[in-house]
Every structure is written in C-alpha cells, then in structure tokens.
C-alpha cells in the first residue's frame, strides 16, 4: 500500500505527506466540480474560466477541510502527550499517524471526537458564509458560483463528519466505540475486536450498497467507488486489529518473561531493556528531532510491533545530505537484518563479548526465542559482570 510521497507543508511542526495517487484525484476534482458539478448548479450562465476559477476554490477548500480535521486529531494526541509522525492525505480522504497508542480510553476517545467535530464546526462555517452570500444583493455577480461553493462545501463537511462518526474501526466513530468499550469492560483487546467487526460489517453494507445502486438506479460511478471504499475499509479494519493484536500479545509476551531473561551469565542478565527503536516508517527528521535527540547511541534497532527490520547507523546516516532528512525513511538508510547485528537473550555473556567485538554497528540488538526485540546490548553493559 505505500507508494512514493511527497511532503507538502508542515502544520505545527507535523509535516503533512501527500502520496503520489493522491495528486490525480485532486486534478479530477477540479475538472469534475468545474464542467459538470458548478455549471449544472448554475445552469450554464457564467463564462467557462469562472467555472474553473470556482473549481480550483472549492478543491482546494475540501481539502483544506479534510486536513483540519486531521488536524483536529493531531493536535488532540499532542494534548494527550502521543507524538505525532505525520498527517497523510491519500485518495480516500487522510489519516494521521501517531508515534504512539492512547493508553487511556477517554484520551483515545477525545482524539477520536476531535476530527469530525472539526468537520462540524467548519460546516457550520460555510453554512454562515452561505447566509452572507444569500444577503448579499442578487445583482452582485458572483453571488451564485459563491453560493455553490459553500453549499458544496458546508454539505462535503458535513458528511465528512457524518461517514467518519460510522462506529467501526478503522474509522472515527470505531475508534470512539472502542474506547468507550474499553472503558466499560476494562478490557481494550475485546473492545477491539468488536469495534473491528463492527467496522467489516459497515464495510460490507457500504460495498453492498454500492452494487445495489448500480442495478437499481444505474449508478456505476457511484456503486465502484463505494465497492472500493467499503473493500478498501474491510483490510484497513483487519490489518489495523492485527496489528493491535501483536502488540499486545508482545506486550504480555513481554511481562511473562521479564523474569525468565535475567538469568546468571546471559545476556539477559546485563542487558539494557527495554530497547531505544525507531520505526522503520519514521522520516530521518523525526528520528533525529526525537529518539537521537534524547538517547545518544552511535547505532538503533529499527523495530515495529516488537520485530526487528534491521540496524539504523548514525555513521551511514551522515552520508545522508541535510535536504533528504524529510523525505527520507529510516528504513531507507536502514541496514538491513543481518546475522552479526543481533544476539539471543539466552546466549552467555563470553560469547555476546566476542560478538560485540565485532559487530559493525558497536551494539547488538537483544532478541528472545520468537525473534521480537527486547534489549539492547553495548559494551557498556558487558563491563559489570566483567569486573
Ligand atoms: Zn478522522
């Protein structure tokens, strides 16, 4: 799913990333709202440059819309204390992603409001601009190219909010059922499993709605499009819980064996646990702001949800120019996993010293048996034991 991106801008210090099939659809959308949507409005009275004129404002106003409520999200998480990577605009509206999980259910809950009260809130707004421009004398010629834009505009915000408050996952609405779920049992894997299917259950009724309006009111635009939203909801939604549900078994994983790796003259002895790793996904930039800013080490495990995806080394990353630091994925200057970048926990503490005698990266990253990444070795660590 991931394609080349681009970044457009940085709001608050979060740099907004729009993916290449991002940037057809806004074309589309411009030449849609100017020779059909606004002329039909309009019934043709205005010259054809003003249709494209109004095309482009009402584009760039949706997604200006879209992004202030992605917007909204961010800066609710930055409130709850959870970094942010970025805000992404893709062909199916955006998302932002967050460094880290809600780990309260009102905290997930307040930044799942926030996107689609944003949306509310600036529908109303276009709802006011609407009224003004209705007041405005009706000789004044752009009363009715104006007074389309902000219907069209008061209306897409209002179902932006309205398609976003669905309760299921990976949606807004889902994501506040799950936090209210969670809130009342306690128990936020269960809540996530219902919230999840009951986001592959609105899937299905969005795709089946899709295909009924084709045979019934000859909607075939209509009816791919939403096929393809409610397939593309469906492996969101799915995806989404898997991966919660990894993290959370590696978190029990995690507890269980706390105690079984400190055994005398293992690794898991000395180790440093749990390990400093930078997401494969973050951008050069974010990994230099936050992780090196705040931990000093001359290499980092690259890992997510727990698996190691290779070895990230400050020496290879100053080859890297200053200009690609936000363009740049860790995982595009990442090394990839080898053999002499890791240890097991079990293994004894002479063996770790001639291993990390040789490592390139100075550091070994400490697995357990399942391959999920649990500590960090140097040599700093080896020293105690040693002594
Ligand atoms: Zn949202």
Same mark, same amino acid.
């Given at each position: 799913m991931r394609f080349r991106t681009l970044q457009l801008m940085r709001l608050f210090g979060i740099p907004v990333i729009v993916d290449y099939s991002w940037l057809p659809v806004v074309g589309l959308h411009v030449w849609l709202a100017s020779a059909f949507y606004l002329p039909q409005q309009t019934a043709g009275a205005l010259p054809v440059w003003e249709y494209y004129v109004f095309g482009v404002l009402m584009t760039v106003l949706l997604f200006g819309s879209i992004l202030a409520h992605e917007l909204a999200h961010a800066l609710m998480a930055r409130l709850e204390g959870i970094k942010i990577y970025d805000i992404q605009l893709h062909i199916f509206g955006g998302w932002t992603r967050l460094a880290g999980e809600p780990d309260r259910p009102m905290a997930e809950l307040r930044i799942a409001v926030a996107g689609p009260a944003m949306s509310f809130l600036i529908g109303v707004l276009f709802i006011l601009c609407l009224l003004v421009v209705q007041a405005i004398? $009706?000789?004044? #010629?752009?009363?009715l190219p104006l007074r389309e834009t902000f219907r069209y505009l008061f209306l897409g915000n209002f179902v932006l909010a309205m398609f976003n408050l669905? $309760?299921?996952? #990976?949606l807004d609405g889902g994501r506040a059922l799950r936090a209210w779920l969670w809130h009342r049992s306690g128990d936020v894997m269960e809540a996530t499993l219902l919230a999840k299917r009951m986001g592959v259950g609105i899937a299905y009724m969005i795709s089946s709605f899709g295909i009924f309006s084709a045979f019934w009111w000859g909607e075939y635009l209509t009816a791919v499009w939403m096929v393809i939203v409610g397939f593309f909801l469906k492996n969101v939604a799915e995806s989404d819980y898997r991966r919660r549900q990894r993290v959370h078994t590696a978190e029990i994983a995690q507890q269980r064996n706390e105690a079984r790796?400190?055994?005398?003259?293992?690794v898991g002895s000395v180790m440093t646990a749990p390990a400093v790793s930078v997401s494969p996904d973050a951008r050069i930039s974010e990994f230099i702001d936050h992780t090196l800013a705040e931990h000093r080490h001359a290499s980092f495990p690259v890992a997510r949800d727990g698996r190691l995806h290779g070895m990230l080394l400050l020496e290879r990353l100053r080859?890297?120019?200053?200009?690609?630091w936000e363009r740049l994925a860790v995982r595009d200057v990442m090394e990839p996993v080898?053999?002499?970048?890791f240890i097991t926990v079990r293994a004894s503490l002479d063996y770790a010293a001639r291993k990390l005698e040789s490592s390139p990266a100075g550091h070994l990253a400490v697995i357990d048996a399942d391959g999920f990444l649990i500590g960090y070795l140097g040599p700093g660590d080896l020293k105690i034991p040693a002594a």
């Amino acid at each position: 799913m991931r394609f080349r991106t681009l970044q457009l801008m940085r709001l608050f210090g979060i740099p907004v990333i729009v993916d290449y099939s991002w940037l057809p659809v806004v074309g589309l959308h411009v030449w849609l709202a100017s020779a059909f949507y606004l002329p039909q409005q309009t019934a043709g009275a205005l010259p054809v440059w003003e249709y494209y004129v109004f095309g482009v404002l009402m584009t760039v106003l949706l997604f200006g819309s879209i992004l202030a409520h992605e917007l909204a999200h961010a800066l609710m998480a930055r409130l709850e204390g959870i970094k942010i990577y970025d805000i992404q605009l893709h062909i199916f509206g955006g998302w932002t992603r967050l460094a880290g999980e809600p780990d309260r259910p009102m905290a997930e809950l307040r930044i799942a409001v926030a996107g689609p009260a944003m949306s509310f809130l600036i529908g109303v707004l276009f709802i006011l601009c609407l009224l003004v421009v209705q007041a405005i004398a $009706p000789e004044y #010629p752009l009363r009715l190219p104006l007074r389309e834009t902000f219907r069209y505009l008061f209306l897409g915000n209002f179902v932006l909010a309205m398609f976003n408050l669905l $309760p299921g996952l #990976p949606l807004d609405g889902g994501r506040a059922l799950r936090a209210w779920l969670w809130h009342r049992s306690g128990d936020v894997m269960e809540a996530t499993l219902l919230a999840k299917r009951m986001g592959v259950g609105i899937a299905y009724m969005i795709s089946s709605f899709g295909i009924f309006s084709a045979f019934w009111w000859g909607e075939y635009l209509t009816a791919v499009w939403m096929v393809i939203v409610g397939f593309f909801l469906k492996n969101v939604a799915e995806s989404d819980y898997r991966r919660r549900q990894r993290v959370h078994t590696a978190e029990i994983a995690q507890q269980r064996n706390e105690a079984r790796w400190r055994i005398e003259g293992t690794v898991g002895s000395v180790m440093t646990a749990p390990a400093v790793s930078v997401s494969p996904d973050a951008r050069i930039s974010e990994f230099i702001d936050h992780t090196l800013a705040e931990h000093r080490h001359a290499s980092f495990p690259v890992a997510r949800d727990g698996r190691l995806h290779g070895m990230l080394l400050l020496e290879r990353l100053r080859e890297v120019p200053r200009e690609q630091w936000e363009r740049l994925a860790v995982r595009d200057v990442m090394e990839p996993v080898r053999e002499d970048y890791f240890i097991t926990v079990r293994a004894s503490l002479d063996y770790a010293a001639r291993k990390l005698e040789s490592s390139p990266a100075g550091h070994l990253a400490v697995i357990d048996a399942d391959g999920f990444l649990i500590g960090y070795l140097g040599p700093g660590d080896l020293k105690i034991p040693a002594a």
